[in-house]
């Protein structure tokens, strides 16, 4: 640097007086305490309030967490997206929200692997701390699997959007969901039918929200993928991140073979479910991203196998 260059530059003031500049101005009398045991608890107070409150908690909290799975990878480490929350009686002003991370900072430190027995185990928990008789836990995350093309084997990378929610209340036990977005290909089977050659086809989006029944282990069973199958094995085709041209071809004629409409998915997607033993219930969906329409096309099927034993 040369001198010029020296004498144009800016002599700034301190960080302090620039915050001042700004408008920071200094801290005014302190007349509260600091202390924690003589602040006011206002979330503990006790009056009546009028009504009990079904749900309070914290939402959208973004944590990293591991994700064991049967398929390729078996380790994940993602970002998870939880909501937490229980319920609170008349007589309670509110809840104590700190207590929600507290806990998931303790279990992220013992190494949180997102499984159904580990989010019931934590439910519960929850629900002591809060000294609650009830609370819940569902979390988003990504899931991965690897695919191969069908014809040449390369691998890539796939993903589902899942979640797992648990409900906990001392009296009744535990209420477990689950739920998995897979995506498709569908090939329309009308166009297919009154055309001369081709047939349109679109993107499908499966979702599957599954409650679990009480025995469900999932050392036997990993849902994610068993949805995923549910939904892939009665498509018009797999969807490949890498596909060769033998692949292509493979998967275009299979897709030609195979043609559905929403209305066939969920049907055969809910005759799987129906089969899986661990499925209590279930709603399934399909929305079709339709090429040859800029609306999609969609379908939803619920059974609750309860009702069919008159339960
Ligand atoms: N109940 C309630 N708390 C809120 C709300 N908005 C913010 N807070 C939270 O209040 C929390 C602090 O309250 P508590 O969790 O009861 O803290 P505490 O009393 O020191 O904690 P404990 O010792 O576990 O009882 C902060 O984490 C804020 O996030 C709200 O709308 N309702």
Not at 286 to 291: G, L
């Amino acid at each position: 640097m040369n001198q010029t260059e020296l004498n144009n530059q800016k002599q700034l003031p301190s960080k302090k007086e620039r915050h001042k500049l700004f408008g920071s101005v200094d801290p005014g009398p302190r007349t509260k305490p600091v202390d924690k045991d003589k602040m006011a608890d206002l979330q503990n107070s006790r009056k009546d309030f009028l009504f009990d409150i079904d749900l309070v908690g914290i939402s959208n909290v973004k944590h990293p967490i591991r994700i064991p799975s049967q398929l390729t990878p078996e380790i994940q480490t993602t970002i998870g997206t939880f909501t937490f929350g229980s319920s609170i009686k008349k007589g309670s002003k509110g809840t104590n929200m700190s207590r929600f991370t507290e806990q998931l900072d303790k279990y992220h430190h013992e190494g949180f692997a997102i499984d159904v027995a580990t989010l019931k185990d934590f439910t519960a928990e929850l629900a002591g701390r809060l000294k609650q008789s009830d609370a819940c836990v569902e979390v988003s995350f990504p899931w991965f699997f690897e695919r191969k093309g069908p014809y040449s084997d390369l691998t890539g990378m796939n993903h589902a959007d899942a979640s797992i929610s648990v409900n906990y209340e001392e009296e009744k036990g535990y209420d477990v969901s689950v739920t998995l977005t897979g995506k498709i290909t569908t090939l329309c089977p009308c166009s297919k039918e009154i055309s001369e050659y081709s047939a349109h086809n679109q993107r499908g989006n499966v979702t599957m929200k599954v409650k679990l029944t009480d025995d469900f282990n999932e050392q036997d069973i990993d849902w994610k993928a068993a949805l995923l199958e549910a939904a892939e094995s009665n498509a018009s085709a797999r969807i490949h991140p890498v596909l060769k041209r033998p692949d292509e071809k493979m998967v275009t004629e299979q897709a030609y073979e195979n043609p559905r409409f929403v209305e066939d998915i969920v049907r055969l997607v809910a005759a799987d479910l129906y089969e899986y033993e661990f499925v209590e219930s279930f709603e399934v969906t399909c929305r079709n991203e339709e090429s040859i329409h800029l609306h999609d096309a969609a379908a939803v099927l619920r059974y609750d196998k309860k009702d069919e034993r008159g339960e």
